[in-house]
Structures are given as structure tokens and as C-alpha cells.
């Protein structure tokens, strides 16, 4: 099988680490940029297919309206503030993972967190290995902020049960669930 180059963009600093394979047979050549303030037309637009995909396929859909203005907010946000952290993931130029995640501050300590707020990959790279990597790059960019520990949610309603395999292999506990309820 031909080595497919695959890009992953970091907003707001992550440590480049050159080419790598993974057992999947993507070739990852990883940029590290560092961008304080506007995101360019393409990572914009990227982070929105990323984001409408994510709701389309998620338990969210037709329980509320979708709403690309506040996706926007939520990247260029995530794009400049201090203890964010937005990640695309390309292969040649066709958007097919994201990941923002940010720190925070336990409500009983002053020692910090860091939690995904949007995590999705285009169904079919799902086996690619493209999301353990976002993951991966993410537990990284974590210790750098210094935090104690990672908060993965799953609150999508997408492959829940594959989910909860995939963070306990890499030694995440389950300590909790998420539930709904339509009020209006």
C-alpha cells in the first residue's frame, strides 16, 4: 500500500515531531505552527465541514439547530486563547479529523485539567488511526499545560461503546455517563 501523507495543524503549541508511520500505513509528517490570533480561510472552513459532520451524525441532530457562527466562535477561540488547543488533521487537502480541548480548573483545586470539547473523524478514516493520534497529540499538548490529568466526555451518542474500548485500552477509567433530556 502506497504512504499517504497525512497533516495534523496545531493551534497554540505543540512539539514538532517529524515524520512518523504508524502501524496503519499513514505516513504522518506532523507541522507545528503556532498562530495568535486569525485562523486562515482554510483552516476556518475545515474546522466547520468537521464540526456540521460531527452534529449530523450525532445524537444533537434535530434536537437542536445547527448554528456555523458559533462553531467559528468556538475555533477562533480556541485558536488564540492560552489553555486551548484546536487540531485539523488532513490528508492532502481534505479535512478528516479535529480536536479542541482546553484546561480548566477543578472546582474543589486549583490544579488544572484538560477536557476535549469536539473530537470527530470522517467515518471512513475512523480505522486509519487518525483520531489516536488527535488523542494522543492531545495528552501531549496536556502536559505541557500542566495538568493532572485528561477528561475525555462522550456525549455524541457516536459509537459509544467503541469509544469506551478504545480510552480503556489506553488506561482511561470510566467514571461517569452522560444522559438527556428534551425539554422543549
Known amino acids: 500500500m502506497a504512504q499517504k501523507k497525512l497533516r ?3 493551534h497554540l503549541g505543540l512539539l514538532y515531531r517529524g515524520p512518523r508511520t504508524t502501524n496503519w500505513g499513514y505516513s504522518l509528517l506532523v507541522g507545528y505552527q503556532i498562530l495568535r490570533g486569525e485562523l ?3 483552516v476556518e472552513t475545515a474546522f466547520c465541514e468537521m464540526g456540521r459532520l460531527a452534529f449530523e451524525e450525532s445524537s444533537f441532530r434535530g434536537l437542536v439547530e445547527f448554528d456555523e457562527g458559533k462553531l467559528l466562535e468556538v475555533a477562533r477561540k480556541f485558536a488564540v486563547e ?3 488547543v484546536l487540531m485539523i488533521a488532513l490528508d492532502e487537502d481534505r479535512p478528516v479529523g479535529v480536536f479542541a480541548g482546553h484546561t480548566s480548573d477543578f472546582y474543589f483545586s486549583s490544579d488544572k485539567f484538560a477536557r476535549d470539547v469536539l473530537w470527530y473523524v470522517r467515518e471512513e478514516y475512523r480505522k486509519s488511526g487518525v483520531g ?3 488523542l494522543g497529540l492531545f495528552e501531549e499538548w496536556a ?3 500542566d495538568a493532572k490529568m485528561v477528561y475525555l466526555s462522550q456525549d ?3 459509537n ?3 469509544f469506551n474500548r478504545i480510552l ?3 488506561g482511561y477509567n470510566l467514571v461517569g455517563s452522560n444522559y438527556s433530556l428534551g425539554v422543549s
Open 143 to 145: 502536559r505541557l499545560e
Open 82 to 84: 492560552d489553555g486551548h
Open 40 to 42: 486562515s480561510e482554510v
Open 8 to 10: 495534523v495543524y496545531f
Open 160 to 162: 459509544v461503546d467503541k
Open 132 to 134: 489516536l493520534v488527535l
Open 156 to 158: 455524541s451518542g457516536i
Open 168 to 170: 480503556g485500552k489506553r
